[in-house]
């Protein structure tokens, strides 16, 4: 079954939403060569407890423990990094996703930075996924369907020039989800049409979705670590992983963890983003 929000409701995950806005951006900002992944935790879990929420990473995931408030996943990793003693160098690639909740509604999302300057084809990889993700969103209109999202964004990532060294890998397995009471809702919300999958259900207004596209520079293929979370790509090559929650509405889509609601990105796309609730 598929949660349907009253405006009300999605009122409440807009501020879920924001403190994960305020949490990424604190995170994005302590990104540079020397600083540890769990020194980027600690800055995103500041700011989750100095608006009052809790983190919803930071719990039992399917009987296993997350110890972390974000996900950092640097280079070849493609999701559930464990933040830790790691250290950025010049160059790296880093994912970092984190969420939250207020008064028991749950905001997710998702950022790829890079660390200093980085190779060419790395600076194209997040600019596809990021590009990808929007266009995902952009399909977040009443009566589409839950295929029309992953229609997008598949079709955006293939219509992309090739890397100047290696291809455009769509991780296959992993994708975004419904939010709302909890993180991880129905439906799931893959980033490739599979044959056979039906068009999935009706976009209507309640409907509030995470749109997380996950790309690497060569194969949609991964593997999980022995920490039983960390997921990597089989052959190495590094990834980039965008991530939005987002509301249908009777206005058109709302992002929920943009502080803009989505209004600049969507208007790219010839997309009107909904008011926001919170004005």
């Given at each position: ?81 464990i933040p830790g ?92 989800h419904g939010i ?48 039983d979370w960390t ?49």
């Amino acid at each position: 079954m598929v949660e349907i929000k009253t405006p009300e409701q999605i009122a409440k995950m807009r501020v879920a939403g924001l403190v994960v806005a305020e949490a990424l951006k604190a995170a994005r900002a302590a990104v540079a060569p020397g600083v540890t992944t769990q020194e980027l935790n600690d800055v995103a879990a500041k700011v989750i407890a100095d608006h009052g929420a809790t983190s919803n990473f930071r719990a039992h995931h399917g009987g296993l423990w997350f110890p972390g408030v974000i996900c950092a996943s640097v280079n070849n990793e493609v999701v559930h990094g464990i933040p830790g003693e790691r250290v950025l160098e010049e160059g790296d690639l880093i994912s970092i996703d984190c969420g939250a909740i207020v008064d028991g509604w749950h905001g997710d999302a998702a950022i790829t930075v890079a660390v200093g300057e980085v190779r060419p084809e790395v600076e194209m990889l997040s600019r596809v996924t990021e590009g990808s993700m929007w266009a995902g969103i952009a399909q977040m209109k009443k009566n589409n369907r839950l295929v029309d999202v992953s229609k997008a964004i598949e079709g955006y990532v293939r219509r992309q020039p090739l890397p100047p060294k290696g291809k455009w890998g769509i991780t296959e397995g992993y994708g975004g989800h419904g939010i709302g009471t909890a993180m991880h809702m129905e439906p799931h919300v893959l980033n490739y049409v599979e044959r056979g999958r039906g068009k999935g259900p009706k976009l209507v207004p309640g409907t509030v979705l995470a749109i997380e596209p996950m790309v690497s520079l060569g194969t949609p293929h991964t593997s999980v670590l022995e920490d039983d979370w960390t997921v990597v790509t089989n052959d190495g090559t590094w990834a980039s992983h965008w991530e939005h929650s987002v509301a249908v509405t009777e206005q058109g889509p709302l992002v929920l963890t943009a502080f803009d609601g989505g209004r600049a990105e969507l208007a790219k796309l010839g997309i009107t983003a909904a008011p926001d609730p919170l004005g």
